[in-house]
């Protein structure tokens, strides 16, 4: 099964709720909403065979786009067939489903996301950050995040 | 001072204690144990911990200045290294670490990042900028990282600074440095 059958037969299944699909990018993916990710997911696991996430991305888009998780699945033999799932989200109510029950890894790619950008995975058994100190306020890697003045009365701004 | 120190005490000459010099003397014999082995703490927090490393293997041999054990306890430790970038969640750490190590203690600050926050001085949210604000710094060690001769000069400052110590002056008044505070 090759990355062409794959997007065949994920065109064949959901239709209309794939949103856009990018063969010719250079990172081929394809495009669908919130709603969809946790069936979408399941039928690449166990039709296509993606048993492998190989990695998850959170991006800030900016103003006016939101925000934006990148799912890389693959193949775990010869060829390594695999796509990139792609799902946005507005800021005030970024909120995607949580797949760690089909990937095991996306349980701490999941609270890094959330972590760093503030992407709430719905159904996440313990989404709680991963790499910020546990009362760190606010979500670093968005572009309009401002580091704190103190932390823990520790000055911390000296630019 | 302290290699008059040894010769008298190895070729067995006229003993210092003999002329009841007996505070300054001590104090000699002590220092000179001390800085003869400065045990460093074993914790590295990021790529310097590299250097230190090979600080302590063959090439550089820091065992050559009394200086090898380096200890997985802050109890039996005379000085940490503050090698790599400490960020706000490990500060407490380190904070807790020094703060149970024996007196005399001393810190050495390795590295760019320990000194003042390094490259992550203006974006870097999460890092202390400068290891001074949480522990009492004696040396610092400039450099991303700074090489193995670089540390050992620093443990030779250190040990430089343990030959003026003095026995009764427990305080450390004016020896010990002062935690930045803003």
Known sequence: ?159 | MSETLDQELMLGTESPLQDNILITQVDKLINWTRRSSVWPMTFGLACCAIEMMATGASTYDIDRFGSGPFRATPRQADLMIVAGTVSHKMAPRVKRLFDQMPEPKFVLAMGACTVSGGPYIKHGYHVLKGVDRIVPVDVYVPGCPPRPEALLEGLFRIQEKMERERLFDRTRVGARPKILVE
């Open chain 1, 1 to 159: 099964m090759n990355r062409a059958s794959i997007v065949a037969d994920v065109r064949k299944a959901f239709g209309e709720r794939i949103t856009e699909v990018d063969e010719a990018a250079l990172e081929p993916f394809i495009r669908c909403e919130p709603a969809t990710w946790p069936e979408l997911a399941r039928f690449l696991k166990d039709r296509c065979g993606l048993d492998m996430l190989v990695c998850l991305s959170g991006i800030d888009r900016g103003k006016g786009v939101g925000l934006e998780a990148v799912y890389n699945v693959e193949r775990c033999d010869a060829q390594r067939a695999g796509i990139a799932v792609k799902i946005r989200v507005p800021y005030e109510d970024a909120v995607i489903p949580s797949v760690e029950t089909v990937w095991r890894t996306a349980d701490w790619h999941e609270r890094e996301a959330w972590d760093l950008l503030g992407i709430r995975f719905a159904g996440h058994h313990n989404l709680v950050r991963i790499l910020c100190a546990e009362d760190w306020e606010g979500h670093p890697l968005r572009k309009d995040y401002k580091s704190p003045d103190r932390y823990h009365g520790i000055k911390n701004n000296v630019v």
